[in-house]
């Protein structure tokens, strides 16, 4: 069983439209990163949220932390071609070094 | 800064035989390194977590006399695949933490591993 569970796993969507990416869990989390893998390449994170409720914005990517931290989304403005990749988002527990990652989400742009 | 690179990028061989996969933080000294595992369009699952001086701390499920590890130094650690099969094929990835800042982990780019 996954302890994060993303949504959708794959998406296509035409370039210029927007989407959000879910990561859930029933588990409380005390910090909570998000990736993005391209094929062949290790994850590059883009943002780490640690406190309930936070927004992040990095460009056109929202990030958002849930109010009991047990989830998190991240929202794309106008996707482009290049916004092509593995979503992926990463849980700490209290007092673990341990990263725990959600199950992935593809994402297409098509130009 | 904080860099991690792995060797080989790629690498094919026979079943049976070992592999040995590098990992080594460039511009920092690594206290911890983890070792990940990820199977074609799947997640990224942690094998094993190793402290520069001590011997790896293994998840649940991995074998660690297939699968060892040794972290040497502060800036290099290794994961040899013992008689590998083809079952061991997969995308090895792996993360250092340094001195500061030890809640970032920096993950090197990958060895995709091949085995015939």
């Known amino acids: 069983t996954q302890l994060l569970e993303q949504s959708p796993q794959f998406l296509s969507i035409q370039e210029g439209e927007n989407l959000t990416v879910y990561c859930n869990s029933s588990s409380v989390f005390s910090s909570l990163q998000w990736y993005r893998q391209e094929p062949g390449e290790g994850p590059v994170l883009l943002v780490t949220?640690?406190?309930?409720?936070e927004v992040k914005k990095l460009k056109r990517l929202t990030f958002q932390f849930g109010d009991a931290r047990k989830d998190s989304s991240l929202h794309i403005t106008a996707a482009q071609p290049g916004d092509t990749g593995l979503y992926l988002c990463a849980g700490r527990m209290d007092s673990s070094y341990k990263l725990i990652f959600g199950s992935g989400t593809r994402l297409l742009v098509r130009p | 800064g904080a860099v991690v690179s792995q060797h080989p990028s790629r690498v094919i061989c026979k079943s049976g035989t070992s592999v040995k996969i590098e990992c080594r933080s460039l511009?920092?000294?690594?206290?911890?390194m983890f070792w990940y595992r990820q199977f074609p369009k799947k997640s990224l699952m942690l094998m094993a977590t190793?402290?520069?001086?001590?011997?790896?701390?293994?998840e649940q499920g991995v074998e660690k006399d297939k699968f060892l590890i040794n972290h040497a130094s502060l800036t290099l650690s290794t994961l040899t695949v013992t008689s590998a099969h083809p079952e061991d094929s997969s995308f090895y990835i792996c993360?250092?933490?340094?001195?500061?800042?030890?809640?970032?982990?920096?993950f090197g780019p990958g060895t995709r591993l091949t085995v015939l």
């Open positions: 190793s402290n520069e001086g001590s011997k790896a701390t293994y």
């Open positions: 511009d920092f000294q690594a206290t911890t």
């Open positions: 949220v640690v406190t309930g409720g």
């Open positions: 993360s250092a933490t340094g001195l500061v800042g030890a809640d970032t982990q920096y």
